[in-house]
């Protein structure tokens, strides 16, 4: 793909009167040259059951195609028509809290067969009206589709199904594996299952989650097959996955395997949304492009994200642009904004697209169209690019909901440990970021794992003993391993291992322990870290580690009664390295600890990056080996930078660079420059 | 009305023992000359179907009559019976969250006709028991009365019917009215109407708010038609209206139109509420006085309000008068006590009335006594004076509940963002209270709206194009408009305009925006204004906007990026002029607008008030030009005040004034003078 | 009983491989000689209905009778199979929140004939297979059971002719009493009768609670009974009781009356859990044991507490053999740790047993072996010893309920004001306990209160006018008599009294009051207590007290208005004294004023304790009036203390000690002394 699509969510059916032209006449000055519709309005395309209405899609087809725009095709399914719901009240999915109550979109039970079978009618008849048509590039299906915490009946039935071919239908096996003997607690006959929103037994609970995940993987399995039957083959399937929402993209999902779920689709679509004004700083475009890129190892879409947003995020002037240019970076060839238009009732009005209410330009607007200008300009040039990362931060659902189940500080299910998980792999990941550490996203599952020189777990909490030995076999065969507390502690069912801690990979990092504390009054000493006051600060949660004879100790405990044990520790394993991070550490502590751990192991003989945030760099390299760096400043002030690449070419004023050039970033700027290859 | 009523509601069913004597006695040594009771006690009345008892409250008559105590009847259909709830549970309302269970008042459905038949019932047997008494002076309908977020299926059912008829029987108008594309919420047949506690289109939410307002005033129509037929002409009907409740009374009722409802009524009642010792500072007394005198333009009844109540709330000695005397300077004629003696079981018994659990003189009961001579004394003399308001601050339930979907910070529908209206309500009043410009409060839909020479609306959010339009004449013909920000914004379903913000009156106030954004770090700048470093903070909201040439700009944003935007406009149009408030200002910088504003325009040539609070005044005038001023000193330390006009005397001491003369108001004291006319 | 018990709860059900030998044998090198089995797994016993398998059970009472090591059995019944749940839904309790659903233990309504029918049957079944092995020294019934908050029909159903006996079948009796004219409340047929889970009124909101805890004590008095059919001579019957769980044990349980229901125990069992580490401070394990001593007037059993238990508690080196000589202290003779072995899966995987997962000796375990050793050694010294209190501190469930109505701050039955009696009562207990003076607590409703020299009484609110004669006659007769705040409000069905506060014992305090208000600007003046300025400080309570002309003022109020009043008084009445703290005070004002009245009082001839926390001494007197003393030190410093008897010997080094000589207590420190009685 040499092209960057650019583009936006488009509702002609939301709009309060017709003015298709006017649009189109400033999305062509904006340079879009996409849009994604029709994913939201089933009841419009179907106003009574079986009365179909396409017009408003056909006719913006129409229009499109002749103003050369492209069309993505949305398949309606994630917010059910009220006739739907009045008539088949089991389509509303049961959850752990009763019954949903029609209204909010994504509250439907997507096992349920009632709601399948309509749903299937949709996508076919609409299908049938759009999908050979010229404008049409491609089939988003669905939208943020996840299980809606779906326990009803069904589910339930099934999951008990799921249970007995896992345990090859021995009640006995699982009672073991899940430990149900505790509170009395067991099942031996498969008809005696209770409902699995009461159940207390996280071993339970965390199947459960797993089997619900599936259904998401399923459910978009089916979708893609159905749409399968009307495509061409220049049209791609995609789908707009989301992150974990804390008012924004935060983390991996609960609900969703990333991983599993793309290998559905064609190619990999998400949406992100992050802090802007002066709270901006790139995070979430870099992590959620570092995941989304690996998922099928290929480029991806940004299929959603913000223009003006809330009053929190409309951008200040060159943020938008830095933003478009972040996304590129990390390997997205498709940036569209959640939306054309601001919408003037019901629930998102004050979600706010490029164009304001007044459905006029505006600055938002102005600085879109400088980036389509620029996208189409150099298009051709980044799009060569792709990403070498050395290191991969490895996650995994299972040990997210596990982490939900046993967080590592406040109590369990309380809002404070909900998906606890994500702000250590956000300490992790952003720490990397921030000291410009380009790295993947992968699953501990995936068969490309080894593929890295350095592998980062962040609460590889629960997992299985083959999977850990495994890990042990890539640090002894020259591979580099950084764990963090809490991790190889538990099987794959949440079993809690009864050798040493942290289990199996106690071998590699040559260290054990037996008690864990409260880090109340304890600091770190170390001598090799050069951790000043503020860094030297540990809280909730402290293992303490007992290093074999060997093994390196980076840090020990600075406390009253625990000052014997260590910290974090460096073991040399075979040809590799393992460390081992026993404590919850500030991310000031942990760049030292990183830093060190680099220096001794990939960067004992590269040059280890110098720049840190706000200026963010990003690279890529194309086949011949050129190499394409992105500057970019994510501060309010401006920023200077030395180029050390033997000479380059500033991409947007065309300028050439010399070694050793001090280039100057202004506020919320990007700069791009080629480096040819001198091979 | 040449009396002043003062009393408290009485509840001999709730003493522990007989002592009626003695309660009398105590009465009248306190001055006391009505009681209201009756209101809370359909189970004594009525203790098993159709069985009805009034020996308590006949006993009482008599008594009250022989004594000279005149007495108020309250129709006691707020509280149901256990029978009756037992007999037909559909009783009890199902609210958004479900059945209510018995137990807690107010919790019925004031829609079922099982409950109307019986209320109906106690209604005509109390009446025909009581009205034609010689005691009687006047009959309470209901007490407190809201809709108690009624949901059930006949409410949901009516409310479809009075959509149909809204919308002239086309759910075709009434999806474009109400946007219900949006997520494929469309209903295009009356049938598939969905469940309106799950709705989440703002449109749709906000018009049942509407209807669901307008089952009060049926109810309380419904009541006075059946009292009507049992009362003569020198009796009234009254309500006890509460207000938004946040541990006292807070601002304007998302449940009930004062103004509406009021109508039904001979004389408005309402309770109030407010903080005591050293929080007492008035406030809440005299915005619900300005609301309760302009609902019928007339006295009105304090129903209820607090002697001992809570802790936090028993007077310091001189409270308790203070308060006597600010709510007849606001207009009250009746001011009765919640209650007379503290109740010995139940929810309500730290709620003290003005006798402690001892039912002993106290010296809350002795100030009362205080009160109650003087009352008696002067009552002739301040009855003849009422005030006029030169300023209304306008008001509206559809904004109250539209800010509740779209508040100004925080979370739709979080604890912080309930009636989030009434915070700014209170600011933009509280400041005239303080700087001593006496208002009237009045709703926007009301006729007598344009009578005033200045109207200052916050938060007029969702408002009809004509409404905005004859705002847009009364300023070109003359009048004065202060707006907040968001103010017309949406139509009359909410539906956000298409035109630049702030809509219709842009052409007013000459100046638009588009964009708005959170003031994170930006203060104001004002040349004209004299802001103190405290005063150029600013919170919340901040729209960007773009004056019109000759636009006056009081102050702009002091912002790295938005320093080119006004913050606060001032505009002649016509013979009016218009001023803009588009960020959330402090109360002390909006005292500096308001007095920058009222300078220029209707203090051009008259001379506004100097003082403020801690001192208080309030004035009234007599249909002989003659004034009433009350001074009320609301703090711990006296204050001293100039008194400016030609000539007056003290009411209290009989003594005469000269102009310029100093007055010494001590701790919480009040004053009254008497100015002649001159003329 | 001149053993001391020392052991865990075991669950080799629970444990994930066979091991029984080597926990044997670990046991036994820690000194184990017993464990507690059997109360938690009744699905392992009966994996389906009526199918029973005690094999697990057997063979561990085998190997431990092998061993010398006993056994208590429990019986299974707080934690139901799920085959039950499924086949008999009901016998999940309904509550307040609703139907509970199946998962949780001790969610059954224990009310339930068919709950009640399988109970039975797993009793008699596991008995009858046990209870003559000869390792069986014991019985636990069921497991910290309480109510369940059921609210089922048959509760409802039963609630309401207990109602009927306790008034006598008069319907008019109960309305007089609750106070239920109040809302239209009353009933007046008893099958009007309204859901006890709607009710607002505090009277009957509380004798609701008081109902069901009787069923506690039925529920385990059915059990007793049951056992006794199986038990021999020297088998006792013992239950484990918890407290208030404010993630420890904080205070006394709204849930069970200890004293009601230890009568149909051989002995009291608790469980007693803490904050650990540097929270450390013996207080809970001080006040549980008080209590429990005081239930059947003998030493009692620690069923329960932690070993390493959470991260916040894993002992530091030196506690948890402070900890165990506390308990023994206080007058356990069993102390068992929950739990041996840490769990591997489900709820409580983080609730850490003596070993860890990996089921190998650690630190903890290794001091639980010292722990072990001094036991046997010293059992049969110190267990010939018990301690006389000359003061008692007087509990009541039923004030603890009613406060929960009426809570002195914060709002009716929010979060801060559940069970805010035990605030207090921890007030009271702790100043008592960090100035080493012994008590004993007990319940108000106790036929042995009268035999104490001092009663003190926190928050008395609600107990009848006989009970409060009864006090009354207790001082004038030479008893000493301190009372809080809101003492003696309400009578035994909170219905507030007519008479002067504080009700009947204003007579022997000398004082009342009529108003009380909030502290805000509040401050103490005292001319006797020398009173630093915290210590003037209070808050959220205060009454105005005006004292008789002979009550000596301790402390009077500071405060523009309310500096009149008495806030703190000492009366002298008959042969003793009343003191009454009208206010909420700091724990160090506490101090003073306890330290001014025991040396006014118990103390006028005696010597007061000088040694106070974190050095705890407390006191044991055998029939030959010998004396042991124990002296702890709470901190992690070393302290000094000077011995003062005539002479004694050291329990652990067998020094001899002479008097005034300094002991060095280590931290974390406990010394035994033996003091022979010079008689």
Redesign the interface.
Known sequence: MDKLLFGAAY?R??L??ERLHEDIKLMKEAGINYVRIAE?????FE??EGEFDFSSVLTVLDEMYKNGIAVIIGT?TY?????L??KYPDVMATTSSGK??????QKMDITHPAFLWYAERIIRALLAATASHPAVIGFQIDNETKYYDTCSAGAQIEFVKYLKKEFNNSTQKMN?A????????????W?????I???????LGCAFKQFQRSLVTRFLGWQAEIVKGYKNDTQFITHNFDFDWRNWSYGIRAEVDHFKTASVLDITGVDIYHPS??QLTGAEISFTGDLARVTKDQPYFVLETQA?A???W?P??GQLRQQAWSHVASGARLLGYWHWH?????????WKGLL?????P???YHEACTIGAEFNQHAATVTRFSRRSRVALVISNDCLTAIDW?PYHGHQFSRDALHQYNDLFRDYYDTLYKMNIEVDIIAVDDPRLFRYEMLIFPLLYSVSDERLQEINRYIAQGGHAIFSFKSAFADE?????????PGIISEAIGAHY?????P??TLLHSESLDLSADEVQISN??ELIIPDENTEVLARYDH??WQQYAAITHNRYGQGTASYIGCHITPAALEKVYRHLLRNTLYQHDTMPTETFPVIIKRGVDKDENILLYYFNYS?EPQTVTFTEPGGRLLFSGKTLRQSEVITLKDWDVQIILVESTK
Chains 1, 2, 3 share one sequence.
């Not at 917010?79 to 006739?83: F, I, R, T, V, Y």
């Not at 008809?191 to 409902?195: G, L, T, V």
């Not at 069912?493 to 801690?501: D, G, L, S, Y």
Request: aromatic fraction near 18%; hydrophobic fraction near 30%.
């Open positions: 509702y059916e939301y309060p009167m939201s309005t089933w009841s419009t106003p009574q309606p917010a059910l028509p009220a006739w719901a009045k949903n109550v029609y209204g909010h979109r073991h899940f430990g149900l003997d505790y509170w009395s607690n067991r099942i031996d006959a008809e005696d299952f209770p409902p929103e009461g159940t207390i037994n996280a071993s004004q002066f003006q809330f009053k929190e409309t200040f002037p601001s919408i003037h009732n019901s629930y998102e009005t004050y304001s209410h007044d459905l006029q505006n600055p938002v046993h069912h949440m079993k809690v291992r009864t050798c040493a801690q037996q008690l864990f504390v409260d109340d009054r949660w402290m009253r009664y309010s």
